[in-house]
């Protein structure tokens, strides 16, 4: 079984950055795609960014040039490297994955298998 053990999150003031990393173990697929989410209270989970086994990524419109997904397979890990935060990118960010290709950022929540329990990332004014 698959799983993914995110880390990297914490407080930034506006403008600054973090980076994410994701590692995945436990399992393996030969044609994958890993996705970053996040989620506020209230709101509706939301695809940031993905990435599958070819090395296509989709990023959201909202994070389009400030954020980007990378992978390093040799040690199943993805990172989101997030710059020039803002404070609408307070967020839960989740580490997604499934067996399969990714079809776009606006995938639906139920096509991941596999979920990370989450890391809080907090942009202050």
């Known amino acids: 079984q698959l799983q993914l053990l995110e880390s990297g999150g914490g407080s930034v003031p506006t403008g600054g950055s973090l980076t994410l990393s994701c590692v995945a173990s436990?399992?393996?697929?030969?044609?994958?795609?890993l996705a970053w989410f996040r989620q506020t209270p209230g709101k509706e989970r939301e695809g940031v960014a993905t990435?599958?086994?070819?090395?296509?990524?989709n990023y959201a419109d909202s994070v389009k040039g400030r954020f980007t997904i990378s992978q390093n397979s040799a040690k199943n890990t993805i990172t989101l490297q997030m710059n020039n935060l803002k404070p609408e990118d307070t967020a839960i960010y989740y580490c997604a994955g499934f067996g399969g290709n990714c079809y776009g950022v606006s995938m639906a929540l139920d096509e991941f298998s596999h979920w990370g329990q989450g890391t809080q990332v907090t942009v202050s004014n």
């Open positions: 436990g399992g393996r697929y030969l044609n994958y795609c």
């Open positions: 990435i599958d086994s070819d090395d296509v990524t």
